[in-house]
């Protein structure tokens, strides 16, 4: 079963607007985070925001914040005032387990989401 | 922020011959890091754990003798693609997380990997 899935292959957006990144997971696991990151056309993986399990509130960062749902399993990253910047790749990722344990640091990974914003 | 480099950036290869890909982390040290493999237009999948100072640990699915990883130091850990093919052709990334309590992991820029 696919541990991260994200089921918009693309997304559009005006400048300016919000838009909301879908991102579902699967884990038994109740510790656990989620990770977003934006994949430029150059290739590198930038960190955008993260939400571990156990925390009670939603994670902010700037302009990104992730609708944290743990019943629901989902994830969703919200991007707020769109700027032409943000056209990219981006992918959802969990890591399970608490630290110390094997594996604890290792990434899955969803199919991501290319996100288009318009002028 | 913490800083992860990779070299070379893309490098074009015969079929039959090896490459090496260096991943170093420039201002802190890493006992454990990771190699992901991305195929055009997909995710990235993870191919192996370094481990400073021990085997690597690889995925299912991922031939160890095909691709070499060696972490030689608390800074640097290398994959080596053994006699390549155009299969192997692929956008190879590392990451290392700044410590062994932190989620934090930093991304490598990247290498291209193109076996004509």
């Known amino acids: 079963a696919q541990k991260i899935t994200q089921t918009q292959p693309g997304m559009f957006v005006q400048e300016k607007e919000a838009v909301t990144l879908d991102c579902t997971y699967d884990?038994?696991?109740?510790?656990?985070?989620l990770f977003w990151y934006k994949q430029p056309s150059s290739g590198e993986m930038i960190f955008l925001i993260y939400?571990?399990?156990?925390?009670?509130q939603n994670a902010t960062e700037g302009r990104y914040s992730l609708n944290f749902q743990k019943a629901r399993k989902s994830a969703n990253l919200v991007i707020s005032a769109s700027q032409l910047g943000d056209s990219a790749m981006y992918f959802c990722?969990?890591?399970?387990?608490?630290?110390?344990?094997?594996?604890?640091?290792?990434?899955?990974f969803g199919t991501g989401t290319r996100l288009l914003v318009s002028p | 922020g913490a800083v992860v480099s990779q070299h070379p950036s893309w490098v074009i290869c015969k079929s039959g011959t090896s490459v090496k890909i260096e991943c170093r982390s420039l201002?802190?040290?890493?006992?454990?890091m990771f190699w992901y493999r991305q195929f055009p237009k997909q995710s990235l999948m993870l191919m192996a754990t370094?481990?400073?100072?021990?085997?690597?640990?690889?995925e299912q699915g991922v031939e160890k003798d095909k691709f070499l990883i060696n972490h030689a130091s608390l800074t640097l850990s290398t994959l080596t693609v053994t006699s390549a093919h155009p299969e192997d052709s692929s956008f190879y990334i590392c990451?290392?997380?700044?410590?062994?309590?932190?989620?934090?992991?930093?991304f490598g820029p990247g290498t291209r990997l193109t076996v004509t």
């Open positions: 990451s290392a997380p700044t410590s062994a309590r932190t989620y934090e992991q930093y």
């Open positions: 884990t038994s696991d109740p510790s656990y985070g």
């Open positions: 939400q571990g399990s156990y925390d009670q």
């Open positions: 990722a969990m890591r399970e387990g608490i630290e110390g344990n094997t594996g604890f640091q290792k990434l899955v």
């Open positions: 201002d802190f040290q890493a006992t454990t």
């Open positions: 370094s481990n400073e100072g021990s085997k690597a640990t690889y």
